[in-house]
Structure formats: C-alpha cells, structure tokens
C-alpha cells in the first residue's frame, strides 16, 4: 500500500489551515495568513474560528491571533519543541525572564534577558520588531506581558486544563520583573480628548458661511459626541453599534433635582458584549441626553438609516455605503478632526475619548462611582487613576509649606 510523502502529507496539513484561516480573512490580516497557519496549531486555528462564530469582538480576537502565534514562535525558537499543554511552571518562568529584565545589567551581560538567538529568530519571523541600529533591545511592556500571559492562561481553560499561571512563585516572579524592567505604562491615546478638546474637533465637523455640513461632517459629529458622552466608548463599541441597541426615550429635565427645568432629549443604547462585560447582563446599557441625542438623530435623519448599522463608510465622493465603519476608521475620524483642528494627530487616539470622559468627569466634579455606570468600567483601581491625574495639581497636601 502505497503512503504520501511526508511533504505532501505536510503540504495539505498547511492548506487546511489556511482554508479554515480564509474563513476569518474579514477579521484577521489577510497577508499574514500563510505565516498564521505555520505558527498556529490546529486546535488554536478552530479554536479561533469558534470565537468568531460567538461574536467575540474583532480587536481582542486580533489581539488573541497574535498572542497565539507569537506564544508558538518564542517556544519554538526558545525550546525547540511546540508550545506543550499544560505549560509548565518552569517555561512561564523562562518566558518572564525572556520578556522582562534589567536593561542596565543587559549592558554588562550579554546573556541576561531574551537571548540574541531567540530574538533574531522570532525577528526572522515577523513576530518581533529588530530594534534600530542605533539602540539596544529592551525588555517588553509589562502590559504587553501581562496580556500574552492572560491569553495563554485563557487557552488553558479553552482546553479544559489547569495552568500554573497563579502559583505563588509565578506571581512573585511577575511582580519582581516588573519592577526590574522598569518600563512605565503607555498611555493607549497620548493626550486625553477632554471637553475642551472635543469643542475643537466639533468646530470643525460644522461646515462654513458658504457651505452647509457634509453628510461627513454629520457623521462624525455624532460619533465624537456619542463616544465621548457614552462614558468613553471603545472605537470598536463605537463601530459595531446597531439600531436595534438605540432605544430614544421620552425628554427629561436637564436637572434632575428641579423637575421643571428645561427637557433634554434622551436615548439609551444597549452596549452588547463588551470587552468586559457580557451582552446578557441587565445593566449593560448607558444613557445620552442633549446634543449627542440630538446629532445621533441627525446622523440617522440625513443619511436616512433605520436599521442595521448606526455608523457606516462615506466614500470619496460624498456616497453613503451599506458596511459599518471599522474600528480602525473610527480612529481615522478622531485623528483627521485634530489634523483639521490644528492640534498634532500622533497626540490622540479613539482611547483619548474614554480616558478624556473621565478627566472630565474628575474636573467638573462629579463622583468617581456615577461616572463609572456611564463608562461601565469594572476596576476601580484603573478608573481612579484618570481621577488621580486629573486632580494633582489641586491637593492641598502639596502646599503644606508652599
């Protein structure tokens, strides 16, 4: 009986996993999809297509993509054998020590950190960025770090197996790495897109003495007050919003305490599933009153949308198309209005929205838990921090002898 060569056998292994790879080409890179199905096993190609199917959202399925593939091609170059399940307590802890180190003793030994060999190969692989030529390599962003570990730690529950990512001497060598690597936290958006700001960028969505709003215009004013007004939506909240989530509710009065003051139009929209938060919870749901409620119907009313997606592409002549907006374009708008507005795009992304709703919040007073319910953030500890920036420079603690 006759067998198939080992590269034959090889060869339509790789064209299976790239014909169940074509099946994400609208959420994954199309060009990378030859390097995915290398690096990825079969389990993580079905299991990603399973995640799709569920509705997970566009960005963290991306996000998962390249932690899987990236995970898979550091263990190669660094063991020589696949990714293993379960992991080991001890390759956690190599990958650490790979990832996150002193940059300082680096100088001095060659040999601490992510070794050269394994760098170049990942490198080779188009996994890792070279460094440039005037610069040393650093050690990765904690963040960085700490999501490839999360998504690792979650594809060990996807299989049904027990990870020793929570052991006490993998939380104290995480701990002590961090601090070692000494990499602070970067910022997703540069410069938070705060009240101020956002009067700039609405100013330039308003047309001229001779020309009246583009059906452009229009558009992305509604997205920039809805998604900054929304709590800080996320630019992939933003964009995947449909009619059916939009619920426009009778007017209510503008101060809540004096039931006879003027009425501000109002909606809900029901958020769905969120990076944090499931679309079956009862409270997913945030409020808009006044001017977002007023350019949202705007929006709908010029470009005559009544169901499907809410914000969708305008080509280069004016023409309204069926396919919502991505989140990538959701970022464009924000970054085009701060270029017409004068203000430098590479200061702000769509995040700028969401961290700029809460220094706003922080400025104008208003209580850290009420502006939670609006942003639906779930730690605490991160809200508070935009809440601790935005009112450093008012402790009094700080002029005790000033």
């Given at each position: ?10 060869s ?6 790239l014909?169940?790879?074509d099946?994400?080409a ?8 030859e ?8 389990d ?7 995640l799709?199917?569920e ?6 399925l991306?996000?998962?993509t390249?932690?899987?593939s ?11 054998a696949?990714?293993?399940w ?15 180190w ?6 001095i030994?060659p040999?601490h ?12 692989l ?8 005037d610069?040393?390599?650093?050690p990765?962003?904690?963040?960085t770090?700490?999501?490839?570990l ?10 049904g197996?027990d990870?020793?990512?929570?052991s006490?001497?993998i939380?104290?060598?995480?701990r002590?790495?961090v ?9 997703k958006?540069?410069k938070a897109?705060?009240a ?8 330039t969505?308003e ?10 215009d229009?558009?992305d ?25 939009i619920q426009?509710e009778e007017?209510?009065p503008?101060d ?6 003027p ?8 958020l769905?599933?969120?990076k944090t938060e ?10 808009l009153?006044g001017?977002?409620v007023?350019a ?19 080509d280069q002549?004016?023409n ?13 708008i924000?970054k ?18 969401r961290?700029?709703?809460l220094t706003?919040a922080?400025?104008?007073g208003?209580?850290l838990?009420?502006?939670?319910q609006?942003?639906r953030h779930r730690s605490?500890?991160?809200?508070s ?6 009112n ?7 002029r005790?002898?000033?």
């Amino acid at each position: 009986m006759s067998q198939n060569p080992p590269a034959l056998i090889a060869s339509d292994a790789l064209s299976g996993k790239l014909e169940k790879l074509d099946s994400l080409a609208a959420i994954l890179p199309a060009d990378r999809s030859e390097q995915l199905a290398h690096l990825l096993t079969d389990d993580d190609v079905d299991t990603l297509r399973h995640l799709a199917k569920e509705g997970m959202g566009e960005n963290t399925l991306r996000a998962l993509t390249s932690d899987f593939s990236y995970l898979d091609a550091w263990c190669q170059a660094a063991t020589g054998a696949p990714l293993p399940w379960p992991a080991p307590e001890s390759l956690i802890l190599k990958f650490l020590a790979h990832h996150l180190w002193d940059p300082e003793k680096r100088k001095i030994d060659p040999a601490h950190g992510m070794p050269d060999e394994v760098a170049k190969e990942l490198e080779r692989l188009r996994v890792l960025k070279a460094p440039k030529s005037d610069r040393l390599r650093r050690p990765h962003a904690p963040a960085t770090v700490e999501r490839r570990l999360a998504t690792w730690s979650t594809l060990h529950r996807w299989r049904g197996l027990d990870g020793a990512f929570s052991s006490p001497q993998i939380r104290s060598a995480k701990r002590l790495a961090v601090r070692t690597a000494d990499r602070p936290r970067v910022r997703k958006s540069k410069k938070a897109v705060t009240a101020d700001v956002l009067k700039q960028l609405l100013a330039t969505c308003e047309g001229s003495e001779v020309q009246k709003p583009s059906l452009m215009d229009v558009r992305d004013r509604a997205v920039l007050l809805l998604g900054f007004a929304s709590g800080g939506r996320r630019r992939s909240e933003i964009a995947g919003l449909r009619m059916d989530r939009i619920q426009f509710e009778e007017p209510v009065p503008s101060d809540p305490d004096q039931p006879d003051s003027p009425l501000l139009p109002c909606a809900t929209i029901r958020l769905g599933r969120t990076k944090t938060e499931d679309a079956s919870q009862d409270d997913n749901h945030v409020l808009l009153l006044g001017r977002p409620v007023d350019a949202l119907q705007a929006w709908l009313d010029a470009a005559g949308i009544e169901d499907g997606p809410v914000f969708r592409a305008i080509d280069q002549w004016g023409n309204l198309k069926a396919r919502p907006l991505s989140s990538q374009s959701v970022n464009a708008i924000l970054k085009k209005r701060c270029a017409d507005a004068g203000l430098d795009p590479a200061e702000f992304s769509a995040h700028g929205l969401r961290s700029g709703f809460l220094t706003e919040a922080a400025n104008q007073g208003i209580p850290l838990q009420d502006a939670m319910q609006q942003s639906r953030h779930r730690s605490l500890a991160q809200a508070s921090a935009y809440y601790n920036e935005a009112n450093n420079g008012k402790r009094k603690s700080a002029r005790l002898i000033a």
